[in-house]
């Protein structure tokens, strides 16, 4: 299994610009999360969809991000317009149920400026 | 998350020596996780624990999850500058399959 694909790995934007965020989970997970890491906050949960429904999304920071889920196989995080303070490591993960565990990938790192 | 508490949040130690990360929740837990993540990469899963009183071990690395299910910590033995990286407990609740983080120990493995 090639494990939780994530693209771009680097993506540098300006500041007012849309980005979007690309997942491919582990084929079988019915659960997909997206996480942000910064230092000053470290690892939060923004959102995570159950058979690409979106079953919590009270960590998404604002209505400037938006997540979609529209197949079992893809998933955006999109972030419209961009800022500055949106620099971070966005982490997507999959999971087949908490009793099995959870895949990260490697992660896209975002710098606005 | 301020629901989960790490100790140290910071350490360095010398080669061979043996070091002890805390992680500890002021409420019962259903599954607790340890993940090893290395500067700019993404989060290796190390173990998961989920009855109390487990202890799991992989090569020089045991976590242990407390009878309570509100404390682990993972030890390592005879550390290695392979082990250097900083260390997540993250946890989820019963009936919650969504998984939040500690803010994570930074070790240092002098050779």
New interface residues.
């Given amino acids: 299994d090639a494990g939780v694909i994530q693209s771009p790995r680097h993506e540098v934007t300006e500041m007012g610009q849309e980005v979007t965020l690309r997942c491919k989970p582990i084929s079988g997970h019915d659960?997909l999360?997206w996480y942000r890491q910064t230092m000053m906050r470290?690892?939060?949960?923004l959102i995570?969809f159950?058979n690409n429904v979106p079953?919590?999304d009270s960590g998404m920071p604002e209505d400037r991000f938006s997540a979609k889920m529209p197949n079992a196989s893809f998933s955006t995080l999109k972030i419209q317009p961009s800022e500055p303070r949106d620099s971070a490591v966005y982490?997507c993960?999959s999971?087949a149920?908490?009793?099995y565990?959870?895949?990260?990938?490697?992660?896209t790192?975002l710098t606005v400026v | 998350?301020q629901e989960l508490e790490q100790s140290p949040q910071s350490l360095i130690v010398q080669e061979g020596k043996n070091l002890t990360i805390n992680c500890t929740s002021s409420k019962t837990l259903?599954?607790l996780?340890w993940?090893k993540q290395k500067y700019?990469?993404?989060?290796i899963?190390l173990m998961?624990l989920?009855k109390g009183g487990e202890e799991k071990s992989h090569e020089k690395i045991t976590a242990k999850l407390d009878e309570k299910k509100q404390q682990s910590s993972l030890h390592i033995t005879a550390s290695q500058p392979s082990h250097a990286g900083t260390y997540?407990c993250?946890a989820?609740k019963l009936g919650a399959?969504?998984?939040?983080?500690?803010?994570?120990t930074r070790l240092t493995v002098i050779p």
């Avoid at chain 1, 565990?101 to 992660?107: D, L, P, R």
């Avoid at chain 2, 399959?97 to 994570?104: A, H, I, M, Q, R």
Wanted: proline share 0%; aromatic share 28%; net charge negative.
């Fill in positions: 659960y999360f470290g690892l939060e949960l995570y159950n079953i919590d982490f993960a999971s149920g908490s009793y565990g959870y895949t990260f990938g490697s992660g790192r | 998350s259903y599954g996780y993940y700019g990469e993404g989060l899963f998961m989920q997540l993250g989820d399959n969504n998984l939040f983080f500690g803010t994570g």
